[in-house]
């Protein structure tokens, strides 16, 4: 079983600090790794993609990727309160669907 | 602007009746997909498609169908619908290609009495 890791939280940090949000996959075979963000009520929208290790930016968001140790991190600086949401990663090996861990919750306070 | 919707958005229903929710859309995708949320276990997959005629069942595809006979539309058919099954059903599309980015519907609110 295909399986994808999150700390459910909350994670709960000052406006203006770095959330560091973590995710773990279990299939070395994943090729393709994305971050999506969810507010309450509403559907999940993509923020993050990213295929290679290392980091990808992207505004106050970054994406870190390390395949050897199978895990995929989203920073996102300077937080503010509207990013407070569900933070879903999610996982795709070759040629098959998404498979999403079961999200952070994330609370930033003014 | 090309969008995907959901219908209904809200449906309530009683146990062992069939229900059909409806995903509609207007990219052009390939690539259509039905997943449920509940509380505690995050998105998981019901079904996938990867084109017209073609199905796949996902995870959770006990109890639920889909049939794909054009692009822009793949209902989600729960035969006897059963309390279990109440969960909020999100609809998603994307083009073919791993960096593909995927799509999510509205959602639909389904209540199994």
């Known amino acids: 079983q295909k399986e994808v890791e999150q700390n459910s939280g909350p994670l709960s940090v000052p406006e203006g600090a770095i959330a560091s949000l973590n995710c773990t996959y279990s299939d070395r075979g994943s090729q393709s790794f994305f971050w999506y963000r969810q507010y309450s009520g509403k559907s999940p929208e993509l923020i993050m993609s990213i295929y290679s290790n290392g980091d990808k930016e992207d505004g106050r968001f970054t994406a870190q990727l390390n395949k050897a140790s199978q895990y995929v991190s989203l920073l996102i600086r300077d937080s503010q309160p509207s990013d407070s949401a569900t933070y879903l990663c999610a996982v795709r090996q070759a040629g098959t669907a998404l498979i999403f861990g079961k999200g952070t919750t994330l609370s930033v306070s003014s | 602007d090309a969008e995907i919707t959901q219908s209904p958005r809200h449906k309530i229903t009683e146990t062992g009746r069939q229900v059909t929710l409806a995903c509609h859309q207007t990219?052009?995708?390939?690539?259509m997909f039905w997943y449920r949320q509940d509380l505690g276990h995050g998105l998981r997959l019901i079904h996938y498609s990867y084109g017209v005629q073609d199905t796949n069942k996902g995870e959770v595809s006990d109890g639920y169908s889909v049939s794909r006979s054009n692009t822009e539309d793949l209902p989600l058919t729960l035969e006897s619908a059963a309390s279990s099954q109440t969960s909020v059903y999100f609809c998603a599309s994307s083009a073919s290609g791993e960096g593909a980015t995927q799509y999510f519907g509205p959602g639909t609110r389904l209540l199994v009495l």
């Open positions: 990219w052009n995708h390939n690539n």
